[in-house]
């Protein structure tokens, strides 16, 4: 089988690898002789953190997308994060170490029945969170990250009416945060669904002293106990400065990595899902390893592309964004 037709069964290079290389060293190597820069989610594996040229969050991610000098990219990320990449820097290569990291929470979203939605509401702006599809992006009129998102809502007049997609939890947490009424897509991400209200409650009897932060993604019952709410940049900062000295930390498991690194004198536990399995692990960002990496950098695929006219509708929204992040100091 040739190489195309197995990257296109599996989604990422198979070869095997002599035992004896030093991975860190080699990935180095190439990213100097091939002009490239590696950009990792918090998500990533912490090895992946750890070889990144840059480690950060959505927003983060795109700015650095948007003024890179390298000519290609490695995407340590996902899907729609590697797309995003390609749409704000179309004439460099984008890779990602394997095509299938992909979002439920983006899949929760197919545009065509988003178009239909959109449809019902013509005269409603439509603002996406950036964990969707290159051509749901071509769809919108601004789109956010969970940095931004309660900002850019506000940036907009108080009787402007607004669509907000895909994510219903970071939707009504924006709602309640604004106070727009904002019609929401019914889309939610697997991972921060998944946390455990009762057993977050027992977690925090056991542990009294412990900050409870979580992401906006997860239900309004869990928000409801947290002592702060923000995006993965907002988690790890305040886990910085706050006082306390162990936090209990409802969003995907790979910030801890970044938060332990930051802060070695604390304490970082994952809250609990609701059942027995490693739920807060993103299957997605984790199909991406350093192995897939390497390949993916030695061989030039698996590579990310984006129709043309994809490119120029998606580009508007995601340029949008960053506007008024920058004029805001985000
Ligand atoms: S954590 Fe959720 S939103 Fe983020 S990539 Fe994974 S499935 Fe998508």
Not at 113 to 137: M, S
Request: aromatic share 6%.
């Amino acid at each position: 089988m040739d190489t195309l037709t197995e990257l296109n069964r599996k989604g990422y290079i198979e070869e095997s690898i002599d035992p004896t290389l030093d991975l860190f060293e080699e990935i180095e190597k190439l990213k100097k002789e091939k002009n490239a820069i590696v950009l990792a989610h918090y998500y990533q594996e912490p090895d992946i953190q750890d070889i990144a040229d840059y480690i950060g969050d959505s927003l983060g991610l795109s700015q650095e997308a948007a003024k890179t000098e390298a000519d290609v990219i490695v995407f340590a990320g996902v899907h729609f994060m590697a797309e995003t990449a390609k749409i704000l820097s179309p004439e460099k290569t984008v890779l990602l170490p394997d095509l299938k990291a992909g979002c439920s929470l983006a899949d929760s979203c197919p545009p065509h029945l988003f178009k239909k939605f959109k449809e019902k509401y013509p005269d409603h702006l439509v603002i996406t969170y950036v964990n969707c599809t290159a051509e749901l992006k071509a769809l919108s009129d601004i789109v956010c990250t969970s940095t931004n998102a309660v900002q850019i809502v506000e940036s907009l007049p108080k009787d402007q009416k607004i669509i907000f997609g895909p994510d219903k939890n970071l939707g009504a947490w924006v709602a309640k945060k604004t106070g727009r009424d904002l019609v929401l897509w019914n889309g939610a991400c697997m991972v921060h669904e998944i946390f455990s209200r009762e057993k977050i409650t027992k977690l925090k009897e056991r542990h009294p002293k412990a900050k409870f932060i979580a992401h906006p993604e997860c239900e309004e019952s869990v928000l409801q106990m947290a002592d702060y709410i923000g995006s993965t940049t907002g988690l790890l900062k305040y886990s910085i400065n706050s006082d306390a000295s162990e936090f209990i930390v409802a969003t995907e498991s790979g910030i801890i990595h970044q938060m332990e690194k930051a802060s070695p004198g604390k304490t970082f536990i994952p809250a609990p899902p609701n059942n027995n399995c490693a739920c807060n692990d993103c299957p997605y960002m984790k199909r991406n390893t350093l192995e897939k990496l390497y390949l993916c950098l030695k061989n030039g695929l698996p590579e990310v592309t984006v129709p043309a006219d994809i490119i120029e509708r998606a580009r508007k929204p995601i340029e949008r964004m960053l506007e008024i992040s920058a004029k805001l100091g985000l």
